[in-house]
């Protein structure tokens, strides 16, 4: 590419007369091209809004062309952080519920386009491109939806589902996750990679700012990955600031400080209050499995360890015992479970299984706060004041809107599926397309030693009730249960089967369903209590160390039946145990009906979880499937003999809980924004001055008199004002108001600093006297001491 014509023929020369007049050519000349500045050799396209410092320039012609690609590599390395922080969110929905290959074709296209035109159209073509691209991309999602989530597709609802994605739902709520992150993702990188090009920085930065901050909203982006996106989003903003100006970070600080904040603030105060077992403050020791499974309303993360919570919840009159159920979790995503879709207001008696079922009437009374409806599987009515306010998820649960008040009850009439072996032997695998859609689903990164442990575990199943039977008491048999536990990094499912001798119920129960999905059979994440503690009566006390998570499996013509392959044994030694424990210690709300004056249920022997009311087992439909069928929750009362817990239940433990890395992050955006903030408001410049002028160290006459005189204008410029260009030591100290006392000693300290630096020296005695009238009027207009005055 060719120079500019008014570039100096000898850049040497920019140092001289006639160099600063070519430099004088050079900038009339960029002013009058029509507003554009000349390309740079090493240069991407050009900036519309031009700048006076072209590489004819007096202002070092070649540094300054050294500058302008210094600045293009710091900004495409912040932009290339920035998109990466959004895309990879993006990336993780299609990896978790497929399209992975589509989206990184989709984000490679749109970069070779914003490279090819980025050149040669201006930018109201390229937001006419822009619009089009997500245009085409909304279409794509709403032909991608079933028919019947489009036909809810209203006005209102399409505007409260945009609210929902800005206040927090993860964009792996949505049906058809995939295609809205496919669809979505070649917008912002389009527009912030043309602008780029375009050297339009600051602006590319906000159009993949946008996105990020989008994430961000959804709760879908970490702690880190946000760290990545806004300190690329500053590097863009300082990059032109560097190319404009020769400078640093102008107004990146205050960016990265508002940014900051923003990160910590959301981080901190994201708690929404729930059932007793979620405290709107956070406990120091490890989570009870009641704040991160049964009170998780949308998504349920597997944790590590766990802690234990014996107090009581609530109690199920009931004929028969049951397991209580609260969700169901259909998208899994490596880490953790997603219920997808919106829930609906109940109205109206709700459809039943498709197959043999027999009818159960429960009344649920809370006896501490709650923000579940717990019910046997499956609710077709509910009745009681909380039946206005109770919603029906697409999974079939239902949910209240509220909270239930201790004393507080409700009715509810489940129809549990009866079926026998032979029948879901025979039930075949005509499974409804929303079946497969929905419960078949792994994420594209699930191992192929996943898979192909499942095949050889169900290699002699012919049925898939024989996989469900051989899946489930593999884990039974192969696996121990522990409470203390550390969360592996990656696939849980890989994790548990070949890195892991050890679990709780969430990590048996997600292998259990990602296993049976590789095989191709419909299962599902299922959380809630098992039955509790019978009093005999047809009263069942259930406390949060009942709380569990199990299998659900789908049949053709039965629907949804229970599986659980999490070992029984344990988790009754363990929960007896905490009880038992619990009451020692006088742990309040432990022993139901004690505060009434009746006779308080003892632990021993009053584990009876899984048994009907006259004594049966209680198994799925009625059926007898291999195995214990005794379930085992995650927040069991305590440890079993010889395992040691992760904290007290008061939090404290042998050794301190190290903070976790979202802490961390966290922590380092906060420290990172009062670095910023500080650094906008001067303050640390200003602490710094303050502190060297408190203090002298003497050296030799004329230093100390030179040394005092600056102290003493360091102190007149905090007071009224700087000392101008030109403006001489005598001229400034004349023209700040005093009175006669203190004009008198500055002048005298200006006739010194002159001798000192100009004329003959000074003598010990006066420095002498210089430092110590300075160190006077330091202490007088030290802030703190005049208060005290």
Same mark, same amino acid.
């Given at each position: 590419?060719?120079?500019?014509?008014?570039?100096?023929?000898?850049?040497?020369?920019?140092?001289?007369?006639?160099?600063?007049?070519?430099?004088?050519?050079?900038?009339?000349?960029?002013?009058?091209?029509?507003?554009?500045?000349?390309?740079?050799?090493?240069?991407?396209?050009?900036?519309?809004?031009?700048?006076?410092?072209?590489?004819?320039?007096?202002?070092?012609?070649?540094?300054?062309?050294?500058?302008?690609?210094?600045?293009?590599?710091?900004?495409?390395?912040?932009?290339?952080?920035?998109?990466?922080?959004?895309?990879?969110?993006?990336?993780?929905?299609?990896?978790?519920?497929?399209?992975?290959?589509?989206?990184? =074709?989709?984000?490679?296209? @749109? $970069? !070779? *386009?914003?490279? #090819?035109? &980025?050149?040669?159209?201006? /930018?109201?073509?390229?937001? +006419?491109?822009?619009?089009?691209?997500?245009?085409?991309?909304?279409?794509?999602?709403?032909?991608?939806?079933?028919?019947?989530?489009?036909?809810?597709?209203?006005?209102?609802?399409?505007?409260?589902?945009?609210?929902?994605?800005?206040?927090?739902?993860?964009?792996?709520?949505?049906?058809?996750?995939?295609?809205?992150?496919?669809?979505?993702?070649?917008?912002?990188?389009?527009?912030?990679?043309?602008?780029?090009?375009?050297?339009?920085?600051?602006?590319?930065? =906000?159009?993949?700012?946008? @996105? $990020? !901050? *989008?994430?961000? #909203?959804? &709760?879908?982006?970490?702690? /880190?990955?946000?760290?990545? +996106?806004?300190?690329?989003?500053?590097?863009?903003?300082?990059?032109?600031?560097?190319?404009?100006?020769?400078?640093?970070?102008?107004?990146?600080?205050?960016?990265?400080?508002?940014?900051?904040?923003?990160?910590?603030?959301?981080?901190?105060?994201?708690?929404?209050?729930?059932?007793?077992?979620?405290?709107?403050?956070?406990?120091?020791?490890?989570?009870?499995?009641?704040?991160?499974?049964?009170?998780?309303?949308?998504?349920?993360?597997?944790?590590?360890?766990?802690?234990?919570?014996?107090?009581?919840?609530?109690?199920?009159?009931?004929?028969?015992?049951?397991?209580?159920?609260?969700?169901?979790?259909?998208?899994?995503?490596?880490?953790?479970?997603?219920?997808?879709?919106?829930?609906?207001?109940?109205?109206?008696?709700?459809?039943?299984?498709?197959?043999?079922?027999?009818?159960?009437?429960?009344?649920?009374?809370?006896?501490?706060?709650?923000?579940?409806?717990?019910?046997?599987?499956?609710?077709?009515?509910?009745?009681?004041?909380?039946?206005?306010?109770?919603?029906?998820?697409?999974?079939?649960?239902?949910?209240?809107?509220?909270?239930?008040?201790?004393?507080?009850?409700?009715?509810?009439?489940?129809?549990?599926?009866?079926?026998?072996?032979?029948?879901?032997?025979?039930?075949?695998?005509?499974?409804?397309?929303?079946?497969?859609?929905?419960?078949?689903?792994?994420?594209?990164?699930?191992?192929?030693?996943?898979?192909?442990?499942?095949?050889?575990?169900?290699?002699?199943?012919?049925?898939?009730?024989?996989?469900?039977?051989?899946?489930?008491?593999?884990?039974?048999?192969?696996?121990?249960?522990?409470?203390?536990?550390?969360?592996?990094?990656?696939?849980?499912?890989?994790?548990?089967?070949?890195?892991?001798?050890?679990?709780?119920?969430?990590?048996?129960?997600?292998?259990?369903?990602?296993?049976?999905?590789?095989?191709?059979?419909?299962?599902?994440?299922?959380?809630?209590?098992?039955?509790?503690?019978?009093?005999?009566?047809?009263?069942?006390?259930?406390?949060?160390?009942?709380?569990?998570?199990?299998?659900?499996?789908?049949?053709?013509?039965?629907?949804?039946?229970?599986?659980?392959?999490?070992?029984?044994?344990?988790?009754?030694?363990?929960?007896?145990?905490?009880?038992?424990?619990?009451?020692?210690?006088?742990?309040?709300?432990?022993?139901?009906?004690?505060?009434?004056?009746?006779?308080?249920?003892?632990?021993?022997?009053?584990?009876?979880?899984?048994?009907?009311?006259?004594?049966?087992?209680?198994?799925?439909?009625?059926?007898?499937?291999?195995?214990?069928?005794?379930?085992?929750?995650?927040?069991?009362?305590?440890?079993?003999?010889?395992?040691?817990?992760?904290?007290?239940?008061?939090?404290?433990?042998?050794?301190?809980?190290?903070?976790?890395?979202?802490?961390?992050?966290?922590?380092?955006?906060?420290?990172?924004?009062?670095?910023?903030?500080?650094?906008?408001?001067?303050?640390?410049?200003?602490?710094?001055?303050?502190?060297?002028?408190?203090?002298?160290?003497?050296?030799?006459?004329?230093?100390?008199?030179?040394?005092?005189?600056?102290?003493?204008?360091?102190?007149?410029?905090?007071?009224?004002?700087?000392?101008?260009?030109?403006?001489?030591?005598?001229?400034?100290?004349?023209?700040?108001?005093?009175?006669?006392?203190?004009?008198?000693?500055?002048?005298?300290?200006?006739?010194?600093?002159?001798?000192?630096?100009?004329?003959?020296?000074?003598?010990?005695?006066?420095?002498?006297?210089?430092?110590?009238?300075?160190?006077?009027?330091?202490?007088?207009?030290?802030?703190?001491?005049?208060?005290?005055?």
């Amino acid at each position: 590419m060719s120079s500019p014509p008014e570039r100096s023929a000898n850049p040497a020369d920019s140092g001289t007369s006639g160099g600063r007049a070519s430099g004088e050519g050079g900038r009339n000349a960029s002013r009058t091209d029509g507003g554009r500045r000349p390309t740079t050799a090493g240069g991407i396209g050009s900036d519309p809004a031009g700048d006076p410092r072209s590489e004819g320039s007096e202002s070092n012609p070649r540094g300054w062309r050294r500058r302008l690609d210094d600045a293009s590599v710091l900004a495409f390395a912040g932009l290339t952080a920035l998109t990466g922080a959004y895309a990879s969110v993006l990336w993780r929905v299609t990896d978790v519920v497929g399209g992975s290959t589509e989206f990184v =074709v989709v984000v490679v296209a @749109a $970069l !070779a *386009l914003a490279a #090819l035109v &980025g050149r040669y159209v201006g /930018v109201r073509v390229a937001l +006419g491109v822009t619009s089009g691209l997500l245009v085409l991309g909304l279409l794509a999602y709403l032909f991608a939806l079933p028919q019947s989530q489009v036909e809810l597709l209203t006005p209102d609802r399409m505007l409260d589902d945009t609210v929902a994605l800005l206040t927090g739902l993860s964009v792996l709520r949505l049906v058809g996750a995939g295609v809205w992150a496919v669809a979505v993702v070649p917008g912002p990188v389009f527009l912030s990679w043309y602008l780029a090009v375009r050297r339009r920085y600051v602006s590319a930065a =906000v159009a993949g700012g946008t @996105a $990020l !901050a *989008l994430v961000v #909203l959804t &709760g879908d982006a970490d702690a /880190v990955t946000t760290v990545v +996106g806004v300190l690329g989003a500053t590097t863009m903003i300082a990059a032109s600031t560097f190319e404009r100006h020769g400078s640093g970070l102008a107004q990146a600080d205050v960016l990265t400080a508002l940014l900051a904040a923003m990160i910590v603030v959301s981080a901190t105060f994201s708690v929404v209050p729930g059932a007793a077992g979620s405290p709107l403050l956070p406990d120091r020791g490890a989570p009870t499995v009641e704040g991160s499974l049964v009170d998780a309303r949308d998504n349920v993360d597997i944790v590590g360890s766990i802690r234990l919570s014996p107090e009581v919840r609530f109690t199920v009159e009931s004929p028969r015992a049951e397991y209580w159920q609260t969700a169901a979790y259909d998208r899994y995503t490596g880490s953790g479970w997603v219920r997808t879709g919106s829930a609906r207001p109940y109205d109206d008696r709700l459809r039943g299984p498709p197959g043999p079922a027999r009818e159960l009437e429960q009344t649920v009374t809370a006896e501490g706060p709650i923000s579940i409806l717990p019910a046997a599987w499956r609710p077709v009515d509910v009745s009681g004041p909380v039946a206005s306010d109770t919603v029906v998820t697409p999974q079939g649960g239902i949910r209240p809107e509220t909270t239930l008040q201790p004393g507080e009850n409700y009715t509810v009439t489940s129809r549990v599926p009866n079926a026998t072996a032979e029948r879901l032997r025979a039930a075949g695998t005509d499974y409804p397309d929303r079946v497969r859609a929905s419960y078949l689903q792994l994420p594209d990164s699930t191992t192929d030693r996943v898979r192909e442990r499942a095949a050889t575990v169900a290699a002699d199943a012919e049925t898939p009730y024989d996989k469900a039977v051989a899946v489930e008491s593999y884990l039974e048999a192969n696996k121990e249960y522990s409470l203390s536990v550390r969360r592996p990094s990656g696939d849980v499912a890989d994790s548990f089967l070949f890195e892991m001798d050890a679990g709780y119920c969430t990590y048996y129960a997600t292998t259990m369903v990602v296993m049976l999905r590789s095989q191709g059979v419909p299962a599902r994440f299922v959380t809630g209590y098992t039955a509790g503690e019978d009093l005999g009566n047809g009263t069942h006390v259930v406390r949060g160390l009942n709380s569990h998570a199990w299998v659900e499996v789908y049949f053709p013509d039965t629907g949804w039946v229970r599986f659980d392959p999490t070992p029984s044994g344990p988790r009754q030694t363990a929960e007896n145990a905490r009880v038992a424990e619990a009451q020692q210690r006088g742990t309040a709300n432990v022993d139901y009906g004690a505060p009434n004056g009746t006779t308080p249920i003892q632990a021993e022997g009053a584990v009876t979880t899984g048994s009907t009311a006259d004594g049966s087992p209680s198994t799925p439909g009625g059926i007898t499937t291999t195995g214990p069928t005794n379930a085992t929750p995650s927040s069991v009362g305590g440890p079993a003999p010889g395992v040691p817990t992760a904290a007290s239940e008061d939090g404290s433990g042998p050794i301190p809980a190290l903070p976790t890395r979202r802490t961390l992050a966290v922590a380092l955006v906060g420290l990172v924004g009062i670095v910023a903030g500080a650094r906008r408001s001067a303050l640390v410049d200003r602490t710094v001055r303050l502190g060297s002028v408190q203090f002298q160290r003497r050296r030799d006459p004329e230093s100390d008199v030179r040394r005092a005189y600056d102290r003493l204008e360091t102190i007149l410029e905090r007071e009224h004002r700087a000392r101008r260009p030109g403006e001489t030591p005598r001229a400034y100290i004349e023209a700040l108001p005093t009175d006669e006392a203190e004009s008198a000693e500055r002048r005298r300290l200006v006739e010194l600093y002159e001798r000192a630096r100009y004329a003959d020296g000074v003598t010990e005695t006066d420095a002498d006297a210089a430092v110590s009238t300075v160190n006077r009027l330091v202490r007088a207009s030290t802030p703190i001491v005049r208060r005290l005055r």
